[in-house]
């Protein structure tokens, strides 16, 4: 039940990200290192991870991962299969990751010689209608890599390595995440100052938080913690 939670998670944050690329904002957050947003009236804001925060999720990754590879089921057998176990295990029903794997290079090398052979005949100055052959014939290269690509990353989703993962950003989101909150006001015209604070004080609480807004820090979360600016 976990896993299939896990990997609803993931195709959300999928969704999101490619919602995510179309914003104006998308420049200005990079360039910024945060990204302010509004939801149900209060505002929050992701940044970048610190590198306190990158080593506290990593320990945290590293137990995660070694709790994960010891679990085992009631029989004794181990609860969850490694990549390289599933890569033998899926080899043994016929599906080969590896040949996927050299699809996709292949795919990829494809799509470098027609981007090659579109970039000559634009130099040349080559008919239009020649020219849109290529661009189609990269477009639909394009979409067979994301085909292949998306089998693959299916077929692994049950993984260890990528349910730590999940676990890693989820973590690491839970860290970066902040919310504007005004300060109080003590009378005679004295108040506190507004200030920007963590959301949750705990990972568990994180965990239990309104799914919604973990979405939203989530796939802005994303594009910092891999470092895209």
Known sequence: ??????????????????????????????????????????KYRVRKPSYKAKQEAYQK???????????????GTFKYSIEEDLLREYKARGIDIDAMNKQIDNLVLDKERLMMR?????????????????????????QLIQQVANKKAKLLEFSIENQVLLYFYSYLTYLMAEQYVKGKDLGEGNKEPDEWKRVWNSF?????????????FSYRAVFLINGIS
């Open 1 to 42: 039940m976990e896993e299939l939670e896990n990997i609803q998670k993931i195709e959300a944050v999928k969704k999101k990200l490619n919602e995510i690329m179309e914003l104006d904002a998308v420049g200005d957050f990079l360039k910024s290192n945060e990204f302010e947003f509004e939801f149900k009236g209060n």
């Open 61 to 75: 990754r590293l137990s995660k991962y070694s709790t994960l590879l010891k679990e085992k089921n009631e029989d």
């Open 118 to 142: 579109l970039g000559k005949g634009l130099t040349d100055k080559a008919p239009e209608n020649d020219l849109n052959i290529y661009r189609k014939e990269i477009e639909k290269t394009n």
């Open 204 to 216: 568990d609480e994180y965990e239990n938080a309104d799914e919604e807004l973990i979405l939203e």
